[in-house]
């Protein structure tokens, strides 16, 4: 409950202070109660201390028909203003381009929360001059709508050059006008439905206190009545409207994981799980597993692009019906890659998916070519949800799958005799580089269990990545930090163009972080509703406007905005990472006899519409 649910709306003005001002009788602050700030007398039920009042609107048909005739809502003059501020503010630029839908969303949740913070604000400051709220003059309002319609205007068309600018680094054309024109109406229906839970809140909060005021004193009754109500809204909102939403769309994608992906069939070939002889049947695969094993490069694709002889690719995957639990299916899909000779080529890949077990053709299908299809890869599903759901709510899903995958793998793969084990190779994007991380302690173990590393797009919450950026070097940026030298840990954004420090030795194992500086996966943290963090206050990056700036609550909620849509835009921005794999995996796996030439014509390939 905020404070001004208490006490009637007040402009906050000091003038109206006076004489006897505190000693005011109810009827007189009744009467004043009239002069413009509200459409009727406050009810006890809106807060009003001041039972009486409420007493004769029970004894008053005509009043309380009056009041319950009144269409447009109550609001407060403070409330107002911060309502208009954090909306102004609302339209400062973000990561990626927002269309006017999700402007008016974003924009009608941060006027709701300036609603509330100016309540509070002006609460606070009568509290402190100790005096009671009052009702605000006509002008005030006047001079309030006068102040929206300029700011919010000006606010609206420079959001839309902003949005231009942010379109043009990105190469993105699309532009709708209409739902630019809708913005305003969608955060308007927004901020009301928003108030409109709030308010309901607080008078569920008033009939219980009511309730239990008859067993218990008033001050214990507020107490109790507000922990009571706040619980009951965390419960319906992240047990009932959360878990429902996650399991319905769990259960739409189960369905879909049935599935097969047009133009893929079952694979003929021994060397890949489904195919013959497989310890896993096509139909477990899911669909994302199918996607895996019934494509991909053959040894012909590859031997017409290396102009050498070229081996037909190892794939094993297990799907979630595959077996009962993580464990059961990592064994199954280690069993079928053994089966199938991947522990007899020369490079090894461990992948972890993500979300519904997805995995990108392109990290893969670069391993693959840079390899000369001497390469096995192994990977399972964990998961039905889409990757940014899952990105949410499938956490300790990736961490098991992650870690179980790599130490059947690894228990494998270390009984072998040294001069026959394959360079064993990590990979994972988005979720699937924190599922990967997590069968590694630091940087240590990385380089003493692996032959390299390539993790694209990790999520903020990664437990090394943020241990690698928050203990880097003095001076390099959070975008492109510097971590003990390069000397086993490095990041970049566009491999093609260099990975720093280029002046510092990169023997031994490698570990390469791939993250752009537009990634909202990679930024997006719950402490931006508070505090600033390094990469907005410093140097942006290539693909970020200079405009963007920390704002308390509205960066948190632009940023979270961004998630769904980030892998839509183009290659090299947002959470779309594809040509930069071929520059990744080629620092990663210093393969030889392949010229920059060569990597163009590749990249082509990974990314024909690059």
Known sequence: MTPDQHEPPSDGSPEREGPGAGDASPASRDSRAGGGGEADPPTAEDGEADPAAAKDREADPAAAGSAKRRWHPRLTLPGCWGALLLACLSFTPSLLPRGGVLQGLICGISAAIGYGLG????????????????????????????CAIVLFGLSFGLGQYWQHEIRRLMGVTDYNVVTAVACPFVAALVFWLLLSAGRGLRRLYHWFTRILQRWIGPRAARVVGWVAVAALAWSVVSGVLLAGFVNATNEAFSLRDNETPEGVHQPTTTLRSGGPGSLVPWDTLGYQGRAFTGSGPTARDIGAFTHRPAQEPVRAYAGLQTADDAEARADRAVADLRRAGGFERENLLVITTTGSGWVDPAAVDSFEYLGDGDSATVAMQYSYLPSWLSYLVDQSKAREAGRELFDAVYDVWSKLPQDQRPRLFVAGESLGSFGGETAFSGEYDL?????????????NFNTL?????????????????????????????????????????????????????SDPIV????????????WIGEAPGSDVLEEMVWIPFVTFWQVTADLPFSTGVPDGHGHTYKAAYVDGWNAVMRPSGFTPQDLDRLRDVIQPER
């Open 447 to 459: 380089r003493n269990r692996t032959a390299g590393t390539l993790f694209a797009g990790p999520p």
């Open 523 to 534: 930024w997006w943290s719950p402490s931006l509703a508070l505090s600033e963090p390094d």
């Open 465 to 517: 990545f943020r241990e690698f950026s928050d203990h880097r070097e003095p001076g390099s940026p959070e975008i492109e930090p510097v971590y003990r030298d390069g000397r086993t840990v490095r990041f970049t954004d566009d491999p093609a163009d260099g990975i720093p420090p280029a002046d510092r030795p990169w023997d031994g194992t490698r570990v390469l972080y791939l993250m752009h500086p």
């Open 119 to 146: 309540v509070v604000a002006a609460f606070v400051w009568r509290a402190f001059a100790d005096r009671d709220a009052r009702t605000p003059s006509h002008g005030s309002w006047r001079v309030l709508i006068v």
